[in-house]
């Protein structure tokens, strides 16, 4: 499982950390990681150019001890300083040591455009709506250029707690973070400026729970149940489905092969589909009596091309078992009836259908993924999973959101520069 932590609490755990360790140590730890990182990312470190761009902080200081480590191994390694007079001393004075020069951001271009790997250490953890004017040209250069990007903890101008980008970010091929993965790093929008992510272990000590999680394969493999040799279909699971409409029929479908699929024992359907659910699924059971009719159940599906049957979802959402909602049942269902169901209930709106719900634009969902999931949750009191790029699922005691961060498959990304 992979586990993000928020600024606050990585930073926390870093003071922590570098009250036992001797000054510089921690730094020292982030710089040999990341070098050794760039370094993989180049393949032969001698005679590479390289160009790290250094902001102010911490994070210009940890581009600027790794780049004197490339520099002893042979690198040629410009510093672009965005800010000279408040430059990391100690990262600076090693960089110069190593055999680093130092450039003002008048003549990156033309560095950039002829570098093999550039770092991006301008802005830290704790940068907020997005890049600065002076180093919008840095971005931009870095984004035309044929040189590999890596980003030091996370790419610049993206917020590292909420994934948001508001405004100009640099993008990058690989993002090297330390000690912990930061919520930014695996939600979108802010995911897609990171490329490939290397955690380092720096050696903090967080708290147990996260505030975000990821899950993995085997993750997921422990949370399902494993049928034993006396499961019939009736122990494994009945699902009840109430879907689809005269209009949308294959809805219906849809919905009972996903039960099917998702390993239910039985499923019943409900609906004025039957026949087209009977003729693809022979097994399901077919009622024609609504949910009240429809026999036992262990769980309810409702919403997905319903029209404007609100007396079914109503009907379901009574039920005092577990209910997903979707698609339509999601602008059917009533807030109050949601709220008060004693039995789990889960929303799985896309961004548009969270729009709705919250009574805002689509953007400003898509912009703020984390923030809108959380108020969905707590608003109707219920599981919501927030459908996208990166699925994220939070609950209503406001416990860690788990987030799905595969996305869609994509086709390679162009190369970079001429050919």
């Known amino acids: 499982m992979r586990t993000a932590y928020s600024v606050e609490t990585v930073r926390a755990a870093e003071r922590e950390l570098m009250a036992r360790l001797p000054e510089g140590a921690l730094m020292q730890r982030a710089a040999a990681g990341l070098a050794a990182a760039c370094a993989d990312v180049l393949g032969r470190v001698y005679g590479s ?25 042979g690198a040629g390694v410009h510093a672009v300083l965005l800010a000279p007079e408040r430059a990391h001393a ?59 990007v890596v980003a030091v903890d996370l790419p610049s101008g993206v917020d590292a707690d909420t994934g948001e980008v508001r405004g100009a970010a640099v993008r990058a091929d690989l993002t090297v ?36 999680e990821a899950l993995q394969h085997a993750d997921v493999a422990r949370l399902l149940p494993v049928p034993g040799a ?52 022979p097994e399901t059971l077919v ?12 769980a309810w599906v409702v919403g997905p091309g319903a029209g404007d049957d609100a007396a079914t979802v109503a009907e379901v959402l009574a039920a005092d078992v577990p209910v ?11 807030a109050a009836a949601v709220r008060g169901r004693g039995a789990p209930t889960l929303m799985t709106p896309h961004a548009g259908e969270a729009a709705a719900l919250l009574g805002v634009d689509r953007g400003e969902v898509e912009a703020g993924r984390l923030g809108a999931v959380r108020e969905l949750a707590g608003r109707y009191g219920a599981t919501v999973l927030l459908k996208g790029s990166t699925t994220l699922i939070a609950s209503p005691d406001g416990g860690a959101v788990r987030v799905n961060p595969t996305g869609t498959c994509t086709l390679p990304p162009p190369a970079r520069g001429p050919a």
């Not at 002076?134 to 870095?142: E, R, T, Y």
């Not at 024609?288 to 036992?296: E, L, S």
């Not at 997903?324 to 009533?334: H, N, V, Y």
């Open 230 to 281: 006396e499961s019939d279909k009736y122990r494994r699971g009945v699902v009840g489905i109430a879907a689809g409409s005269a209009r949308y029929p294959g809805a219906a479908v849809l919905a009972v092969a996903g039960a099917l699929r998702g390993g239910a024992g039985a499923v019943r359907y409900v609906g004025p589909a039957g026949d087209a659910v009977i003729s693809r699924f």
């Open 177 to 212: 973070t330390f000690g912990t993965h930061k919520p930014g790093l695996l939600i979108d929008p802010a995911r897609e400026y990171a490329g490939s992510v290397r955690l380092v272990d720096i050696g903090l000590s967080l708290p147990d729970e996260a505030g975000l």
């Open 324 to 334: 997903l909602i979707d698609a339509d049942g999601l602008r059917l269902a009533e």
């Open 90 to 148: 100690g990262g600076l004075a090693a960089l110069r040591r190593a055999g680093g020069r130092v450039a003002g951001a008048d003549g990156a271009d033309g560095l950039i455009g002829r570098a093999d790997l550039v770092v991006d250490g301008i802005v830290g953890i704790g940068g907020r709506g997005g890049l600065r004017p002076d180093a919008v040209p840095l971005a931009d250069a870095a984004r035309r250029a044929r040189a590999a």
């Open 49 to 73: 150019r390289v160009v790290l761009l250094v902001g102010s902080g911490d994070n210009g200081g940890d581009a600027l001890y790794a780049g004197a480590r490339l520099a002893r191994r």
């Open 287 to 298: 009622s024609d009596g609504g949910p009240k009719h429809a026999g036992r159940v262990q």
